[in-house]
């Protein structure tokens, strides 16, 4: 019997979603984020607007010139 990956959509999500929120929590404990902007970059994380770490380290680096 040959076991199936079926959808792992939800995985997915929820093992980016913890890399990018403790990437954000660790920049706003550094002081290189603002409660403001980790609030809003977190609100993009939960809609899925960065694919991957690399994606969201690009959208600070834009917000930050």
Known sequence: ?????VNTRKQDYVKITRKL???VAE?????KL???EAK???KRIR???FK???N???YIEGIKK
């Open 1 to 5: 019997k040959i076991k199936l990956k």
């Open 21 to 23: 929120r403790g990437h």
């Open 27 to 31: 920049l706003k404990k550094q002081g």
């Open 34 to 36: 603002t409660a403001e």
């Open 40 to 42: 809003e970059i977190r």
């Open 47 to 49: 809609n899925r607007a």
């Open 52 to 54: 991957s770490k690399a």
């Open 56 to 58: 969201l380290k690009n």
